[in-house]
């Protein structure tokens, strides 16, 4: 049966807003290790996305090798085809045009070996990019598979905490007036998991607003239940 003075009944929220601020607290941080983990997979998959813009990068710059490559080869083999029909032109005419087409084509496989060559040092430089960032992400989805246990490890660790907090409170809540712990827990919702504060310094211990005296002297006297006219919080004085 709850007590029946306004005295036992303060203390005893007194000792409930204890085990209910802790509650509060350890529901608030469990209820935030879902966004932690999605923050958590988001920097890994933005990690992951360097490795893929590296490897695509890499696989740009094969390509273009190859299309060079064989833009080179063409070219090469057009060279060799004009070079073996060369002496068997009859005019100086057509000798001459088709000297001067063969020195074209060697213009451009000259310059299509110059770019070959860079590209061929963009696909080295791409590809140490691309065997460093393997290594970076290798490391780095070591660390967030061991973040991600702990912090399943902690969200489990949370939950037990809260619940042996709910049967803790078991214990006191028989011992209230129901009506005065359905104000309570009414409160506590709204108010953050603070209902009951003590004065401190003639204000109220929650939203620190100043007290009237009267309203001092009446919460000393403990003959009835006072409330902050700002929070709306039980107010007790502190012994």
Known sequence: MPTTTLTEQIKILVEL??????????????????????????????????????EEELKTAQLRQKEREIELQTKEDKTKKLQGQLYQLKSNKEYSAMEFEIKGLKADQSVLEEEILKILDTVEEVRGRVAREKESLAQEEKKFKTELDELTKK????????????????????????????????????????AIVPVMGNACGGCHLGLPPQTVHEIRLQEKLMVCESCARILYWPL
């Open 155 to 194: 969200t489990q660790e949370l939950t037990a905490e809260i619940a042996a907090s709910d049967e803790k409170r078991k214990s006191y809540t028989p011992n209230i007036d129901p009506k005065l712990l359905s104000q309570y827990e009414k409160i506590l919702k709204g108010r953050e998991g603070i």
């Open 17 to 54: 807003q204890k085990i209910d601020g802790e509650a509060y607290r350890l529901k608030k941080e469990r209820d935030a290790q879902p966004s932690l983990q999605k923050e958590l997979e988001g920097g890994f998959e933005k990690k992951k996305k360097g490795l893929k813009a590296a």
